[in-house]
């Protein structure tokens, strides 16, 4: 696009990452005039350097929280996260790449009975949502997982989990919303805000842009857009470590978690092993960027080779990092915010590329006016403001 200093578009989207890109496509499939801009490349923050692990169950270490919000918003994750992996199955095929989207199951593995104790209780609270959660024992492990360490003595299947290449995906959803007509800025930042309640004036790198409607999907800057028109998202931003080893020949078939360790290890399409799982990372608070540090890489490696014992034998080929984010109770925020008509928020969980393409339709069907595929009502902004009051 050429640097006109006037810009005018329906909806402004901030944001070039998984909801970004997804609220764009199908606004402009929508026959929406939908303009995106992003400070950075497309795809360069959370949606780019994520694990690209399609979850489902809980993540141990927030079941085992107890946090009433916590305990609360995870009720409300478990259908959206559900409803959001048939949504990928629908339609990662609509898009221009094959996005290696493989639902092959995950396996969280337990080592002792305690760890067991805690996934059979996790099994009840999932199923009673309707997540097909069943616990395995060693024997049935052997035969589905036999490349599991023998001190592994059983794991909660969850057959809905697996993985997509967040490398390929984002960019096919993006290229599919120019398709359909969306505009897309990149290194444009947005610096301001003003509305007179009809209009919203965008103050940007660039120049202002006018937009009747926005949409913040800054993902872990969310809540400085949000400031920008007066609101507050609670949020909690982190820096999280990922490491890759040489490809080898296919023999994980599972996205595999620890019930009491940080671990998220699968083998991607090409060969390679990613090993994730939360391990901490530092936000460089001058560049803003995210800087692996030895300690996150180490502790990734002790977890999955003590795991998988054959990754000790694997070359570490790559590391790096990338930025996520918290709300209180980990589950997204959703829709026109409370009292800034025109003003949506696509926040999403923190399963956020899982959830990404769904969230983003939800959002677009919020802007269009048309009834939601999915009820949101639990992930406004009002939740929190309740909470602080
Ligand atoms: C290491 C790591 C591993 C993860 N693993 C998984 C996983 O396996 N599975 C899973 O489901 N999720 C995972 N996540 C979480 C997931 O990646 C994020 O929740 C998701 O990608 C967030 O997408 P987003 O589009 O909301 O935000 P982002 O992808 O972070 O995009 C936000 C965009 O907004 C732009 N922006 C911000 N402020 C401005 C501004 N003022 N002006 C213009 N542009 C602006 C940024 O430049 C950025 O491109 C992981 C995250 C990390 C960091």
């Known amino acids: 696009m050429s640097d006109d200093a006037d810009l005018k578009t329906d909806v402004l989207v901030i944001g070039g990452g998984i909801m970004g890109c997804s ?4 606004l402009a499939r929508a026959g929406v005039d939908v303009l995106l801009i992003d400070r950075h490349d497309l795809n360069t923050q959370g949606s780019g350097t994520n694990a690209g692990s399609i979850h489902v169950q809980i993540i141990s270490r927030f079941f085992k929280s107890t946090d009433p919000l916590w305990v609360r918003g995870r009720a409300a994750l478990l259908p959206l996260l559900k409803e959001a992996v048939s949504f990928w199955q629908r339609f990662a095929p609509e898009l221009d790449d094959d996005v290696e989207l493989r639902i092959g199951g995950g396996l969280m593995v337990a080592e002792n009975e305690t760890e067991l104790r805690v996934l059979e209780s996790k099994v009840a609270v999932e199923r009673a949502q309707g997540v ?6 060693r024997k049935q492990l052997e035969k589905l997982a036999p490349y599991l360490a023998p001190s592994v003595l059983g794991a909660e299947l969850c057959p809905l989990e697996g993985k997509v290449n967040p490398i390929r995906a984002t960019p096919a959803i993006a290229r599919g919303a120019v398709r359909a007509g969306a ?3 990149r290194g444009v930042t947005l610096h301001s805000l003003n509305t007179d309640k009809s209009w919203f004036e965008a103050v940007t ?3 202002r842009i006018r937009a009747r409607r926005v949409v913040n999907a800054a993902g872990p800057w969310c809540n ?3 400031a920008m028109v007066g609101l507050s998202i609670p949020l909690e931003r982190h820096a999280r470590n990922m490491s890759a080893t040489e490809p080898v020949e296919p ?3 599972h996205l595999i978690q620890h019930a009491d360790q940080r671990l998220t290890l699968k083998q991607v399409s090409n060969g390679n092993l990613l090993l994730g799982g939360g391990w901490p990372a530092v936000i460089d608070p001058a560049s803003g960027r995210a800087n692996v540090i030895r300690t996150g890489i180490s502790g990734g490696l002790w977890i999955a080779t003590h795991v998988v014992p054959r990754i000790r034998h ?21 829709g026109e915010a409370p009292g800034v008509p025109g003003f949506f928020n696509a926040v999403g969980p923190n399963a956020g590329y899982t959830g990404g393409p769904l969230c983003g339709k939800l959002v677009a069907e919020a802007v269009t006016g048309q009834p939601l595929s999915f009820d949101v009502r639990s992930f406004d902004l ?3 403001e309740s909470r602080a009051a």
Do not use: C
Not at 132 to 137: A, M, V
């Open 23 to 26: 609220a764009a496509y199908f």
């Open 183 to 185: 505009r897309i800025r």
């Open 382 to 384: 009002q939740r929190f």
């Open 205 to 207: 790198s660039i120049g």
């Open 251 to 253: 023999f994980v078939m």
């Open 314 to 334: 694997l070359r570490l080929i790559r590391a790096w990092s990338g930025i996520l984010f918290f709300t209180p109770d980990g589950n997204p925020v959703l």
């Open 132 to 137: 097909n959660s069943e616990l395995l024992d």
């Open 224 to 226: 400085e857009v949000a």
